[in-house]
Nanobody, 127 residues
Framework: QVQPVESGGGLVQAGGSLTLSCAASEGAASGRAFGMNGMGWFRQAPGKEREFVATICWNGEHYADSVKGRFTISRDNSKNMVYLQMYNLKSEDTAVYYC?????????????????WGQGTQVTVSS
């Protein structure tokens, strides 16, 4: 099993940068190659549904159009860490950001395709 824990959220000015971290520890199921499982970042603003931000898997990385070119997802499997580097932040990026893990190695863009979720970390972009 995988238990993601997010950190790094905070308040930042529009145009600024912020990096989120996700500790995705691997439990008893790590023997099933969870070090290569698909990982994703999602966000949810008040009054809106949870939306896809970025995903990383064995064959690449994918981003929502709204963040493409501004956000970068990466991972360090040796440390069981996933990161989301955010640049040129906009007020519409304000949301609770969630790290999520799949039980398979492929990427996915829908929340229902993820098995394990963190508690979330708040990102607030002021203008």
């Amino acid at each position: 099993q995988v238990q993601p824990v997010e950190s790094g959220g905070g308040l930042v000015q529009a145009g600024g940068s912020l990096t989120l971290s996700c500790a995705a520890s691997e439990g008893a199921a790590s023997g099933r190659a969870f070090g290569m499982n698909g990982m994703g970042w999602f966000r949810q603003a008040p009054g809106k549904e949870r939306e896809f931000v970025a995903t990383i898997c064995w064959n690449g990385e994918h981003y929502a159009d709204s963040v493409k070119g501004r956000f970068t997802i990466s991972r360090d499997n040796s440390k069981n860490m996933v990161y989301l580097q955010m640049y040129n932040l906009k007020s519409e990026d304000t949301a609770v950001y969630y790290c999520a893990a799949r039980s398979v190695r492929t990427c996915a863009v829908y929340p229902e395709n993820y098995s394990y979720w963190g508690q979330g970390t708040q990102v607030t972009v002021s203008s």
